[in-house]
């Protein structure tokens, strides 16, 4: 009998098994926990984590990133994703080192349309874009927590 099942579990141990986006929708395939890095936040690259969910079709994200005390929480609704761009309509909200400009400790709150895009060979999208306008690092547009950076964790072939 040991002989007989011997081939079989062989064969269950090298088969792969399915992986989650096999079948899932473009959108889908984004739900899940990806990590979060802000530089004005944590030295360290990747200090916070976003949460994707979807609920009836729409995609939510929620997220935070601390360093006491210094921090950034993000949360809104996806209007468009994929390998490259991801939108959200939502709001950035906390307290970002300002120290480097003599500034004291205070709240910031922007709301809008952010805009992160994977450039350059990256594997992460990077706010790139505040209600359209180029908004990176400051640059007086509502972004004073300086690269907000989002790691995809799927695969950018099979996402386009």
């Known amino acids: 009998m040991a ?16 992986s989650p986006a096999q079948g899932a929708t ?5 739900v899940g926990v990806h990590q979060l890095g802000v530089n004005r936040v944590s030295p360290k690259r990747r200090a916070g984590s976003v949460t994707v969910t979807q609920r009836d079709g729409v995609l939510q994200l929620t997220g935070s ?8 929480e993000l949360e809104g609704t996806i209007t468009r994703v994929d390998a490259r761009v991801l939108e959200l309509a939502g709001e950035l909200r906390g307290v970002p080192d300002m120290r480097w400009a003599d500034e004291p400790l205070r709240a910031r709150k922007t709301v809008g349309k952010f805009t992160f895009r994977v450039t350059k060979g ?3 999208w990077r706010l790139y874009e505040i209600d359209g306008t180029g908004c990176v690092c400051d640059d007086g547009c509502g972004n004073d927590f300086c690269y907000i950076d989002i790691d995809v964790r799927v695969d950018p072939l099979r996402a386009k």
């Open 3 to 18: 002989r007989r099942l011997v081939p079989w579990l062989f064969f269950l141990l090298c088969v792969p098994l399915a």
């Open 26 to 30: 473009k959108e889908q395939q984004f």
């Open 65 to 72: 990133a601390r360093a006491e005390p210094f921090y950034l």
């Open 122 to 124: 990256r594997k992460f």
